[in-house]
């Protein structure tokens, strides 16, 4: 009866251990203070995370991450107030694209591109110097043609280009050259008789 006595006891024993155990264990850590996890947001002001920072110089909360001793430098100092405004930035002005369309007449346009020969709206698309031909026609003082002639060499239509000069051009060309030689010919002829006939 004694050995089942102690048994017993020993699991009583065992029993009170295994859950008196943990929940000591439990109530202990529960006492302890927890150690917070803190970043730069948790801060208003940069003296207060160097101060955190000061305690522990082994940043456990990666308050100085350029490891130069100054920790949530981004922050404001004391007695400058915090700023709520986050600045953005302006945009850029964008580049407003005229058309033929955008003019009322030619004269403006033309004022448009006299304003920028470089042409960033491509008014003039022949690049003649008159701009919204196609929209206005011509201005009146461009003394350019409006139609251009259709038709051969005769119509001035200048489609038709021969490269080394036409069969009249070189027989010009060959006459004038043999007329030359002789008229040179005939003088120095007549210029070697006169020496020899003194």
Known sequence: MSSVRRALGTA????GFSLFGPVSVAFALAEAPAVADLNCRDFQYQEDAQAVLDKDRSDPHH????????ACEKLPKRGTPPSSKT??????????DKDCADFPSQAAAQAELKKNPRDPHKLD???DG???ETR????????????KPVGGVATGGGD????NGGFLEVAAVALTGTALLTVSAAGASLVLRRRAER
Do not use: M, N, W
């Open 63 to 70: 308050l100085d991450d350029d490891k130069d001793g100054i």
């Open 136 to 147: 206005f026609g011509e201005p009146a003082k461009s003394g350019q043609v409006k139609v």
């Open 12 to 15: 009583v024993l065992l029993a």
């Open 130 to 132: 008159y701009a919204c």
């Open 87 to 96: 600045i953005t930035p302006t945009p850029a002005p964008r580049f407003a």
């Open 160 to 163: 038709a280009v021969e490269t």
């Open 125 to 127: 698309g022949d690049h």
